[in-house]
């Protein structure tokens, strides 16, 4: 997924890149605590909704400038690009507030609690040209990328398959969450396990999806099977209400990469041997794929290209599209 813009003047080649915040909760903490190890990424400013959070953030990693809104961040910081780091109700309209800026924009995810917000947030920013990313830090993952290719090695990739149970009853308990954001959970958390069907299989070609619902009514039971480019096939399960996790398994040719929980890799051959690997550094010491798509970002930003794998907006939209269609077939356990 690339996007390009015409305009490079502006583009900082030779000085780090100023930042700017929005949002100054747990996730703009690991941003700038991964940032610590990017050199080309200078935090500069940060606004959020309540001050003294972003206050005292500002004071811990040293931003210059506290502001009240977007606006006064890049009028008083002087951004080179913008983060949007808020509550996961709040991302759609905060993107596209502050699209208006023209900056490069990184949007953590969801982009929306629907497809129409998302598709809303994505045609704005086509129209504007403006440069985008959405933060699915596991595709930047380094065992993934490790592990895959340990699979490539031996030959064709076959199968990618992906365990996406949510905790939902620990969601709910948090107390953290909207009820709007806990009954969109498909797209404000799911996309993350989801996402990583695109990601290793590239855009599903067929896709057929079950759902049932115990207690979430967009359904809390999937299960879907893909068919990718190439023949290489899919599967998703989806348990909600059930012990379990995150997982990805890659099946090759004499060769099994399991991912469970998804920062670890245990690779089986087919005379039975086995092989664990381990993250790169950075992964092992702040939140995994964080410092590689603080990097993709800052390549964004210089070169005005988009480097898989990353994803934009519209690329986001794919992965949220596929969320609707897992959600689409949805009926009541009896
Ligand atoms: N990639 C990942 O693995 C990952 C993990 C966790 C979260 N996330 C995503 O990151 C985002 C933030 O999550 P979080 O855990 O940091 O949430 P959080 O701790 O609740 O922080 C959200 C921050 O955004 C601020 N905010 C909310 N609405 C705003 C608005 N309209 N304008 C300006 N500021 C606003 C909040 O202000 P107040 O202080 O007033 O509440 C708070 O500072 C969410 O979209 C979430 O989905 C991603």
Redesign the pocket.
Known sequence: MTTDIENTADRPVDRPIRVGL?????????HLTAMRRVPELLAVGI????RA??EALAAEFGLGQVCD??EELVRQARPDALMV???????A??AVQCLDFGLPLFL???VGLSVAEAEEAARIAGEKGVLNMV????RHYSIFQKGLRKVLERGRLLSVQVEGSERMAVARGTG?FTEEVLRAWVF??AT?PIDLLRHFGGEPEEVCAFATSLHEPLGDQFVACLRFPGGVLGSFTGNWHSPGGWAVVLKGEGVTAEFRPLETCRLTYADGTTEVLEPDADDAAV?P??TGQLRAFAGLVRTGVLAPPSQDLAGALATMRLAGQFIAPVRPLS
């Open positions: 929005v949002g100054a909760g747990l996730i703009a903490r690991q606004a959020s909704r309540t959070k972003a809104n977007p780091l808020v509550s996961p109700q709040a991302v309209q905060v953590e995810k969801p933060g699915f830090n596991r953290r404000a958390n993350h939140k794929g964080f």
